[in-house]
């Protein structure tokens, strides 16, 4: 039997060109594969390279600096030397401990109306469209109203300022995160609570609250992670200060105050070399607390159980 | 009733059988002697394919053929060789069969998407671009100021030496300008668009994928004529709230851009955007600036609520509408 490699000659196979199944280069659409294949490859490689840039310059330029001095010491003058951040380091804490302070306990509560209201339910739906939108609200527009609302109204750039300017920008983050975690809760355990002879009031603050904590934390934590790192809310809200939070044992709480962010801001426009560094260590610092936030968050919520 | 099974799973559900007339006029059972009784007459050609059709022989079984495997020509891996030649030798024996079955189902099985990535890479890679999004955007000011601007500026200024007369190089890049502003702004959207994008992607019935791996088509006319189309909507809302975020960035464009309240067609040349002139402004504001600042702000405010609910809008209808395809 002659037959030509790769064809067949009898069999129900007749004239099926069999290397023509084979995979093979020269081939239109896999040639076309293999180039967009590369082409999706160089593309994701090229997205990180910018992140390992930043990763790599902070520990360069910010990581030699990294000292104890560094956390102590207040801001220096132009020509100074040395120097440290300990009072933005402070500043940053306090004006983000009062951002969370308000919008936990609005942000949860308002989760914990919208995850039992009924689909129907509109002041539910509006607020859950709002909340999406405030997700996308440009952070200057936060310090706008905080200048608006707080600095205008009091006279003076304070902490409070900022810390509500920071409060608008975590609280959507918090809201939907709680709602999701609440809704997550399986409607056994509510049915349960209620066929206990529960109130809706006790079966909200025993039952889905308890259940859905790891994924209230979460959302918290992001949020004070998205928060600490931002800088437009608090440049007219708490401004800057060299000068500690509480000094001469009182507290300076309707004063400017520093913070981290707005530290970087203005050392990095500086032509002095030793606060240019600073502002490389101070955001070393920064990226370093935002992650820790960010990783502890995703921890909390990888551990949780599920029902 | 006579129904025609293969051997292994008749064998496996203990289902009874028919004995079969053969050419020699034989009854014979279906066994495995019988089995290799058939097969022992054919002889196989170059190209492996074979029929046997009614062989010879008195204890041949008359309904018996030849399974194949499609294997690479070549394996760079001795191991995987030599596990793979371990599992043939196996799967010849009659046993092997059923725990070859076993083997391929599970295969297939843990391997439902079959354009995915393997897992670690695709986590990795999640994990570097939720990194990439929780650096401030004043670290990236910062990195812009002192890294993009002094590597880009060189070319720029090449360019605007040979090419000046071209009103998009019309200036050199002096320090801050709209081009590094527009680098690193698209670095910071880059972690929104992906994020939108995977989910729109994700969401794609795995249905549809299987269809056109069905019908022949490759991964990659899959993810360009199913895959893509399937997920336009939700992609393209992430785009349109990406922009909404840009549009709101400040600390970035407040450091790279320049602050200089003008427009110039130059790419090179210093420029302004509302909300770095806001970040700029505020803090020194005296009483006649503070309105004029507010007012700028509200303009701000109205663009980018509507751009994001625009956004926001659009990937609610996109995923009722894959939801629908499900």
């Known amino acids: 039997m002659a037959a030509t490699p790769g064809s067949v000659s009898s069999g129900p196979f007749e004239g099926v060109d069999l290397d023509g199944l084979e995979r093979s280069l020269r081939r239109p659409r896999t040639l076309v594969g293999i180039i967009l294949s590369g082409i999706v490859t160089a593309m994701t490689l090229l997205a990180l390279i910018p992140l390992f840039s930043v990763v790599f310059m902070l520990a360069c330029r910010g990581g030699h600096r990294l000292s104890l001095a560094l956390l102590t010491e207040l801001p220096p003058a132009p020509l100074e030397v040395g120097g440290g951040f300990g009072n933005a380091i402070v500043g940053t804490f306090f004006i983000v401990g009062i951002a969370t302070l308000l919008s936990v306990p609005v942000g949860i509560l308002s989760a914990a109306y919208l995850a039992q209201a009924s689909e129907e339910n509109r002041l539910a739906s509006a607020v859950r469209f709002a909340g999406k939108v405030l997700t996308g609200f440009p952070s200057i527009l936060a310090g706008v109203f905080a200048y608006g609302a707080v600095v205008l109204s009091t006279g003076t750039f304070s902490p409070l300022a900022g810390g509500v300017a920071l409060f608008i920008l975590m609280l959507p983050t918090v809201m939907l995160t709680a709602e999701d975690a609440i809704r997550a809760v399986p409607a056994k355990m509510k049915e349960a609570a209620i066929g206990m002879g529960a109130t809706s009031a006790q079966t909200t603050w025993m039952v889905l609250l308890p259940t859905a904590l790891p994924g209230l934390l979460t959302g918290v934590m992001l949020a004070v992670a998205r928060a600490a790192g931002e800088t437009a809310p608090l440049l007219f809200t708490a401004l800057f200060s060299n000068y500690w939070l509480v000094s001469h044992g009182q507290w300076n709480l309707m004063k400017p105050t520093a913070s981290l962010a707005v530290l970087i801001y203005n050392f990095a426009g500086m032509p002095f070399d030793n606060q240019v560094e600073l502002a490389w260590a101070a955001a070393l610092v920064l990226v370093l607390l935002v992650l820790a936030a960010n990783v502890a968050g995703r921890a909390l919520s990888r551990g949780q159980v599920r029902y | ?326």
């Open chain 2, 1 to 326: 009733m006579i129904g025609y099974v293969e051997y292994g799973y008749a064998k496996s559900q203990n289902l009874p059988f028919a004995l079969l007339e053969n050419k020699a006029g034989a009854f014979v059972a279906a066994t495995s002697m019988s089995g290799q009784a058939a097969l022992a007459g054919a002889q196989l050609p170059d190209n492996l394919i074979a029929w046997v059709s009614d062989p010879e022989g008195k204890d041949a079984y008359p309904i018996v053929t030849y399974t194949w495997v499609m294997l690479y020509k070549k394996y760079g891996d001795k191991r995987k060789l030599d596990t793979l030649k371990e599992l043939f030798t196996l799967a010849e024996g009659f046993l092997g069969q059923a725990v070859y079955r076993q083997l391929r189902a599970l295969g297939l099985e843990r391997r439902p998407g079959l354009a995915r990535l393997p897992d670690l890479v695709e986590e990795t890679l999640k994990n570097l671009i939720h990194l990439l999004a929780a650096i401030p955007s004043v670290v990236y000011g910062l990195w812009g100021l002192f890294v993009v601007i002094p590597v880009i500026r060189p070319a720029c200024n090449w360019l605007h030496l040979k090419m000046g007369w071209l009103p998009l190089f019309g200036t050199d890049l002096a320090g801050p300008g709209v081009l590094p502003a527009v680098i690193v702004l698209s670095i910071m959207i880059l972690p929104t668009i992906t994020a939108i994008a995977t989910d729109a992607l994700l969401a794609v019935p795995s249905k549809l994928r299987m269809a056109a791996y069905g019908l022949g088509a490759t991964r990659w006319e899959t993810i360009i004529g199913v895959i893509l189309p399937t997920a336009a909507r939700g992609i393209f809302g992430g785009v349109v709230l990406a922009f909404g975020r840009a549009l709101g960035e400040t600390m970035a464009l407040a450091m790279l851009v320049g602050n200089a309240n003008q427009i110039n067609v130059s790419l090179f040349s210093p420029a302004n955007t509302l909300a770095a002139l806001l970040a700029n402004s505020f803090p020194e504001a005296g009483p006649k600036q503070v309105p004029v600042l507010m007012y700028a702000a509200l303009v701000l405010l109205a663009m980018t609520l509507v751009v994001n609910i625009l956004g926001a809008l659009l990937l609610q209808r996109a995923s009722a509408a894959t939801k629908g395809a499900r």
